[in-house]
């Protein structure tokens, strides 16, 4: 039996490996000079393999139809990729988050070791050769042409990855052709992609990252999400971790028209009377100072004038005539430091992207198209997103392994 694979990220090396492992005789098409591309820069190079948590909890990771992948993910839990790349020779390690990463902090190193089991299966990996055209006869499957080329197989797994970071391939080719043999492309959004606000405070703030905060994000005044953990301010707006995970809802709300804010607690740990205390204990070590040089402890040196900017508070005020109601202004802005988002960042600046092949055509147990038999669709071309922390890649991994199996089936 003969497979054609189009893309080799993560998902459709995963799909020639296990499709290889059974028996088929595989070719895997990819256009650009060489094999995970996009794969070499994640987790800025060190490659976030997966995550050790379990499957309802990976599931509730991807808030973009992760409910779709309990089948495949069960299948192949992040333990089972955890081993697979232990088999492969590729040591890995946990971090925060339980975050599984290789020993070596090598994206390269994933890549050689997928490339040498490729090899090792015998799998046809044509590089540089762009699918222009997967042919069917409005029931099924029956090629690809690569050029001027024709390829036959009735099984083609397509895994051209989604729109973000076009430089790496990842430039919709999939969704065109999933559009054109019949198939619903839901939105295509944006996700884990930095934030751009409207207020030109930040501009200051470049390059300054907080951790430990609590940020909540609103549309039209309406608590949305809430989230802790660590952001980043940009020449342009924000990023970071917490940033990135509120993005793709940030997106479909932006979309919607709704008015979006960002509201930052700096002390989330307080209440508002303790912060104001620890305001007080500050004052009270620096009396005879200015109330800019009075936060110092509390605050980044950066952040001091634009919080008391916020607050209405003159920053050469003597801590001794700041009066309770400065006070109680200061605190509100400390715990909610507000930002008005405009846009995102652009696709292709996202990590992935949100949207897709819709899932309802999609068998989860097999990945294969309810439209199209032998048309089996896996990866970020399907409408499937997660948050950061390796579940991307767990969907992948997962999605690749059910539909090289069970397309030799």
Request: hydrophobic share 40%.
């Amino acid at each position: 039996m003969k497979v054609i694979v189009i893309g080799g990220g993560p998902a459709g090396m995963m799909a020639a490996i296990r499709a290889a492992e059974n028996s088929a005789e595989v070719i895997l098409f990819e256009k650009n000079n060489r094999l995970g591309k996009k794969l070499s820069i994640t987790g800025k190079g060190r490659c976030n393999l997966t995550n050790i948590a379990d499957v309802p909890e990976v599931v509730k990771n991807i808030p973009g139809n992760g409910k779709f992948l309990y089948s495949a993910l069960k299948n192949f839990t992040t333990a089972d990729t955890i081993n697979f790349f232990e088999s492969l020779g590729l040591k890995t390690k946990i971090e925060r988050g339980g975050r599984v990463f290789p020993e070596s902090d090598s994206a390269a190193e994933v890549i050689e070791v997928l490339t040498k089991k490729l090899a090792l299966l015998k799998v046809d990996v044509q590089l540089n050769s762009k699918v222009t055209e997967i042919i069917s006869d409005g029931k099924k499957i029956l090629g690809v042409e690569v050029g001027k080329k024709f390829f036959y197989s009735d099984r083609i797994i397509l895994a051209t990855g989604g729109s973000s970071y076009p430089a790496t391939g990842s430039t919709g080719d999939g969704f065109k052709f999933a559009k054109k043999l019949g198939h619903i492309v839901t939105k295509i959004f944006p996700a884990l992609v930095p934030l751009e606000v409207e207020e030109d405070f930040i501009k200051p703030l470049q390059g300054l990252s907080l951790r430990n905060v609590r940020v909540t994000l609103n549309a039209d005044n309406k608590k949305i999400r809430e989230i802790f953990g660590e952001m980043l301010f940009t020449h342009f707006g924000i990023s970071g971790p917490i940033i990135l995970t509120l993005s793709g809802e940030v997106a479909k709300l932006l979309d919607e028209k709704n008015f979006v804010e960002i509201l930052i607690n700096l002390k989330p740990a307080l209440t508002a009377e303790q912060l104001d205390a620890r305001i007080l204990r500050d004052f009270e070590k620096f009396k005879r100072k200015s109330i800019k040089n009075s936060l110092v402890e509390l605050l980044p040196q950066k952040l001091i004038p634009i919080i008391l900017d916020l607050s209405y508070i003159d920053g050469e005020k003597k801590v001794d005539d700041v009066s309770k109601i400065e006070r109680r202004r200061l605190v509100e802005v400390l715990q909610n430091l507000p930002l008005t988002v405009t846009k995102t960042r652009p696709i292709d600046e996202a990590i992935v992207t949100a949207g897709g092949v819709s899932v309802k055509e999609i068998d989860p147990k097999t990945m294969q198209s309810k439209i199209l038999q032998g048309l089996y669709i896996i990866g970020e071309v399907a409408d499937v997103d997660g948050f950061t922390g390796g579940f991307n890649l767990q969907a992948a991994w997962a999605m690749g392994n059910a539909a090289g199996k069970f397309c030799v089936e």
